[in-house]
């Protein structure tokens, strides 16, 4: 079955730690995504990727980091520079990325993660 | 400004009952799209029905309809004979221009409760 696949689905930090979010899509799509979901409000771009070894901003990426050496892998590296990291956390994929419009994205299940 | 706008937290539904869940949008782009997706409680968001602005029609998949309403700027979901398995949060999204490519931006949701 071709999908999207995110570990763990619940991850525990402590200050200071820097933690990776696993994010894998066997749907051959070359854009990915990761969005950030806070309680009450919608999904906010943290970083995309719409080819491989390429990646941008998106509108809230202070303290993560991403890679893209794989077409199936995006992970997400949420750095200690991040003040408030305790949310849910999306990872998305699409077929043809930010350059149309008509472009549908399709999502995982998510890893929620919390900062004691 | 570029915003949608879910003005309804919570709906309640009977089920086999219709039930329309509102979304206004703002933007001046002349092409922009308009997409439903769902979130259970598992935390996936699940893409239901999308809308361009130029379509001339109403998209429909299934029990899905979107009524697009351009001059007023809505973009409703009618959800028909509503299942207890319709109980989750919708969220409303528009994707419009934005430096040379396109982005999405999403509502803050709306929890339907579907009551048996």
């Known amino acids: 079955d071709g999908g999207i696949t995110q570990s763990p689905k619940y991850l525990f930090r402590k200050e200071g730690q820097n933690v990776t979010l696993s994010c894998e899509q066997n749907l051959n799509h070359d854009a990915m995504y990761w969005y950030r979901q806070d309680p009450g409000q919608g999904l906010r771009l943290i970083y995309y990727?719409?080819?491989?070894?390429?990646?941008q901003k998106g509108d809230i990426a202070e303290g993560y980091s991403v890679s893209r050496e794989k077409k199936e892998s995006f992970p997400l590296t949420v750095t200690s520079a991040q003040k408030n990291p305790t949310a849910f956390y999306l990872c998305?994929?699409?077929?043809?990325?930010?350059?149309?419009?008509?472009?549908?994205?399709?999502f995982g299940p998510g890893t929620r993660l919390t900062v004691l | 400004a570029q915003k949608i706008t879910q003005t309804q937290p919570g709906m309640f539904v009977q089920e086999k009952e219709a039930v329309t869940l509102d979304c206004t949008y703002d933007?001046?782009?002349?092409?922009?799209?308009l997409f439903w997706y769902k979130q259970p409680s598992s935390g996936e968001m699940i893409f239901l029905i999308y809308?361009?602005?130029?379509?001339?029609q109403n998209a429909t998949e299934g029990r899905y309809s979107l009524n697009f309403q351009k001059a007023r700027k809505s973009a409703n979901l009618v959800i028909s004979a509503s299942q207890l398995g319709d109980s989750a949060m919708y969220f409303c999204?528009?994707?419009?221009?934005?430096?040379?490519?396109?982005?999405?931006?999403f509502g803050a949701g709306t929890r339907l409760f579907v009551k048996a």
């Open positions: 990727s719409q080819i491989v070894n390429d990646f």
């Open positions: 998305a994929s699409s077929t043809l990325g930010l350059a149309v419009l008509t472009d549908t994205q399709y």
């Open positions: 809308q361009g602005s130029y379509d001339q």
């Open positions: 933007t001046s782009d002349p092409s922009y799209g």
């Open positions: 999204a528009m994707r419009v221009s934005r430096g040379g490519g396109f982005k999405t931006i």
